[in-house]
């Protein structure tokens, strides 16, 4: 069964720290995998997309890596800012049809002053 | 074109009541899904249309549910007899033939039923 985990559910950070989120899928095949940052009633939004080739790729102060063989992705904010705040979502598409996207359960982020 | 637009963006019904919600996606993109988020969950698929024609329906999508793309351009959703279980954002999504490359959400219709 094709399947996303993000940890930790949930995460509290003081302004200015580093904090680094994590994503373990099961797609298979795997196409892409792209991260999602989602303010409080509002939609996702895109931060990066990454391809089986792609290792690592920076928006800003989000930091995204890949690594196809074990399956892992990670996000990682430098200096939180208090506009950080909000849920991260892990969506990856694949599987045997090739374009279902699977989608994880999210990290909520806080970030404290 | 300034994205996938969602109409209205909040929507109070009382249980029993039908409502109906909007979707304009981006202009050039053909493809069209609609997703339900609960509290503290990833969205969770509804249905898909490619242009006008409907093309996958998930589980969750009862009988008290119908999703329409006439003109292979906006799209409705309505939930008649609404249920308190129904309360969730309601999120739609396009994107252009090359797929999940540009898939864009809308900022979702969050649904209350009392």
């Known amino acids: 069964k094709n399947q996303v985990e993000q940890s930790p559910q949930s995460l509290i950070i003081l302004e200015g720290k580093n904090c680094t989120l994590q994503?373990?899928?099961?797609?298979?095949?795997?196409?892409?995998l792209r991260w999602y940052k989602q303010d409080t009633g509002r939609g996702p939004v895109s931060l990066t997309i990454?391809?089986?080739?792609?290792n690592t790729k920076s928006n800003g102060r989000y930091t995204a890596t890949l690594d196809a063989d074990t399956k892992q992705s990670s996000l990682h904010i430098t200096a939180s800012q208090l506009s950080d705040s909000a849920s991260y979502i892990c969506?990856?598409?694949?599987?045997?049809?090739?374009?279902?996207?699977?989608f994880g359960g999210g990290t909520r982020v806080l970030v404290k002053p | 074109d300034t994205g996938v637009s969602q109409n209205p963006r909040h929507k109070i019904t009382k249980r029993g009541q039908n409502v109906t919600f909007r979707c304009d996606p981006i202009s050039e993109h053909n493809r069209l899904y609609w997703y339900r988020q609960t509290l503290g969950q990833g969205p969770e698929f509804l249905t898909y249309f490619q242009n006008e024609a409907q093309l996958e329906k998930s589980r969750l999508l009862s009988d008290r549910f119908s999703a329409e793309r006439p003109k292979g351009s906006f799209s409705t959703l309505e939930i008649q007899r609404t249920e308190q279980g129904d309360s969730a954002m309601y999120l739609c999504?396009?994107?252009?033939?090359?797929?999940?490359?540009?898939?864009?959400f809308g900022s979702g219709t969050r649904l209350t039923v009392v």
């Open positions: 990454m391809t089986f080739s792609e």
């Open positions: 994503c373990n899928y099961t797609v298979s095949p795997f196409s892409n």
């Open positions: 969506v990856v598409r694949g599987g045997a049809a090739g374009n279902k996207l699977t």
């Open positions: 999504a396009s994107s252009s033939p090359r797929g999940f490359d540009g898939y864009t």
